[in-house]
């Protein structure tokens, strides 16, 4: 009897595992964008926080690609039409507490994006994060799967 029930311990690891969803590459559980609660909370970071630069609807600024006269870029949009869903929520959330500085950006460069965690705590910042991806479509959420799944590590 107790052989049998040795020989079952694999078999039950293996249904179990089979069980477990697998968070896409570069998601972190921090900003589950399956949590209500979070991305309840995370809506309301945006709105306080992000929103005036990067649009209530994620939209960005216009001509957020041209670089005015001062040479700093507009905020980017945080929906489908953006770049933020190329980046591991990793980056996302190292752009979002420290500002755009080395290594996701060239030593020197100059941004508007503030450093949020001096006013924000990492809760908050993966919150934000776990509302911008509520936002995505899900062909947007399979395409960045993809992306860094082809990434590989860093």
């Known amino acids: 009897m107790r052989a049998k029930l040795l020989a079952m311990i694999p078999a039950a690891a293996l249904l179990l595992a089979a069980c477990v969803e697998?968070?896409?590459?570069?998601?972190?559980?921090?900003?589950?964008?399956?949590?209500?609660?979070?991305?309840?909370?995370g809506a309301a970071v945006y709105e306080r926080s992000c929103a005036s630069c990067h649009g209530a609807?994620?939209?960005?600024?216009?001509?957020?690609?041209?670089?005015p006269a001062n040479g700093r870029l507009p905020a980017p949009p945080h929906d489908a039409s953006g770049h933020t869903w190329h980046h591991p929520d990793s980056v996302l959330f190292a752009i979002t507490r420290h500002g755009l500085v080395p290594p996701h950006a060239p030593?020197?460069?100059e941004s508007d994006m503030p450093a949020f965690g001096g006013s924000?705590?990492?809760?908050?910042?993966?919150a934000a994060?776990?509302?911008?991806?509520?936002?995505?479509?899900?062909?947007?959420?399979a395409a960045r799967a993809e992306m860094l799944r082809n990434r590989g590590p860093r």
């Open 107 to 109: 030593g020197g460069y």
């Open 22 to 41: 697998v968070p896409p590459p570069g998601d972190d559980a921090r900003a589950d964008a399956r949590d209500a609660a979070k991305v309840a909370r």
């Open 57 to 67: 609807r994620l939209e960005g600024q216009p001509n957020w690609r041209m670089r």
């Open 129 to 141: 994060l776990a509302y911008i991806k509520k936002q995505w479509p899900a062909e947007v959420l």
């Open 120 to 126: 924000l705590s990492d809760e908050e910042i993966w």
